[in-house]
């Protein structure tokens, strides 16, 4: 087939070199000239493992093409994918005006019957409202589909490649058709294309990663609770996860979830529940907790060094100077060092939007400390983030040196079995916050550090 995808952001990088490398003609268009170029030299933007690959095969074997030429790829193509950005504005609302740009134009481009498939995370409604929009511009014959993904950073191209099913939103039989027929080398194990109305489609998306939130959420609850009343969630994880009815997966405690996903389709469904004026409890629920969570290990650390020395602040009763505000004494970290590992908001990405080690730093410098961190993938991200304000070592013991603690912030494989030898003799003393719950306490114990985790029984000298 002869297919377009609009938007070489992560869903549309993935998604348009994965159905070249089924054998289909992919060509992938983006109005940003500069990453464009890129492409075409090979330069990927993003980190995922395997993608680069798999980009190279295909654009050397005259399957995959990179452009800014709209018009060529909508006239060109039989199918044509929407996966341009959806982001949250201030308040939670989504930034539709990319999705309908872009439906606007490829009403304009159009030169026979096509496909258009929405393939960016939008609110229920919104194929209804593509329609529209290319009805207005076009006499030509179109079908709008909406196909949400299913991608997981880090394995997005396991995840596609090799999908648990296929959801597809249609108003018509031939364009269910057509979008079965595309995705049938995906599914020869049997795994279900779902077919559906274009509304359930778009809500499944939005209803599988709220689902999906809410059990890291309540993980992290559970724990919070365990520290409290001196019970192990290493021991209830595996408990409850064993049962069928719940099973293992999303139930490890930490701090928080971060990402293009989750945080982005949360909001989304709070702003969806607004405008049909219900009061969503547990989703907002599920925001708040997770709020809290980000800055649960800096607690740790504060209550940890911020003992016996304070600091005079300005507190502002609201946000503008007034005669209120007053100076108090407050906990201080000034004078510490702290090496972090880990700032993606989790493993195999370099992704750090909506990260906790972003909220975590931000607290961390604004209590006087300094911070040196390490990750094999998202340090440039964090350069951009913080600026100077960050120094970012090569590798992970060259934070640690004179360091008054490590604190883990993200589970990457090559923090799993250090050389806590060397950590020891690196940092100031030995003391470590760990928000993935990395190290089992019994060996923190063994060797001999102070040892704070999430859900656990902390380890004292």
């Known amino acids: 087939m002869n297919i377009a995808v609009v938007g070489t952001g992560y869903v549309g990088l993935v998604a348009g070199t994965c159905f070249a490398e089924m054998g289909n003609r992919v060509i992938c268009c983006d109005a940003n000239q500069e990453k464009i170029d890129a492409l075409n030299k090979g330069i990927i933007p993003i980190y995922e493992p395997g993608l680069a690959d798999l980009v190279k095969r295909n654009a050397e074997e005259k399957r995959l093409f990179f ?41 304009r481009f159009l030169n026979d019957e096509k496909v258009v498939v929405d393939k960016s995370t939008v609110p229920v409604g919104t194929a209804h409202r593509v329609r529209d929009i290319i009805a207005k511009e076009t006499k030509h014959k179109f079908h709008v589909v909406s196909n949400p993904e299913f991608m997981k950073e880090g394995a997005a191209i396991e995840d596609f490649m090799k999908p648990d099913r296929v959801v597809i939103g249609v108003d018509d039989d031939n364009a269910a058709e057509t979008m079965k027929e595309l995705y049938a080398p995906f599914v020869r194990t049997g795994n279900p294309v ?14 599988a990663n709220a689902m999906l939130a809410a059990r890291v959420t309540f993980m992290n609850e559970i724990a919070n609770l365990c520290e409290r009343l001196g019970a192990d969630v290493d021991s209830v994880r595996v408990g409850i996860g064993s049962d069928r009815r719940i099973g293992p997966s999303f139930l490890f405690p930490g701090i928080g979830y971060g ?22 409890k547990i989703t907002r629920a599920v925001h708040d ?20 020395k304070t600091s005079l602040q300005l507190v502002s009763q609201n946000a503008k100077a007034s005669k209120k505000d007053k100076l108090e004494a407050r906990p201080t970290l000034e004078g510490r060092r702290f090496a972090i590992w880990g700032l993606a908001f989790k493993p195999r990405t370099d992704d750090m939007r909506e990260a906790p080690s972003l909220s975590i730093i931000r607290r961390l410098l604004e209590h006087g400390a300094r911070v040196a961190a390490f990750d094999p993938e998202a340090m440039p991200n964090a350069k951009q983030a913080f600026g ?70 902390t380890v004292r000298k």
């Open 67 to 107: 452009t800014t030429d709209l018009k060529r790829a909508v006239q060109e193509s039989q199918i044509i994918f929407i996966a341009v950005g959806t982001p949250s504005k201030n308040g939670g609302d989504v930034d539709m005006s990319f999705v309908h740009g872009v439906a606007r134009d490829i009403g």
């Open 194 to 207: 779902i077919v559906m109305d274009t509304r359930s489609a778009e809500m499944t998306k939005y209803a």
């Open 259 to 280: 990402g293009s996903c989750f945080p982005k389709d949360v909001q989304g469904v709070l702003q969806m529940a607004r405008d049909a004026k219900y009061d969503a």
């Open 289 to 308: 907790v997770n709020e809290a969570q980000k800055f649960i290990l800096f607690s740790k650390v504060l209550a940890h060094f911020g003992k016996g």
């Open 388 to 457: 100077d304000a960050l120094h970012c070592g090569h590798t992970p013991y060259d934070v640690l040196e004179d360091a008054d603690a490590l604190l883990v912030l993200t589970e990457w494989n090559e923090f799993r079995n250090p050389d806590f030898d060397r950590i020891k003799k690196l940092l100031k003393a030995p003391v470590i916050f760990d928000g993935r719950n990395l190290y089992s306490p019994a060996r923190m114990k063994q060797e001999g550090f102070v040892y704070h985790s999430i859900g656990r029984p």
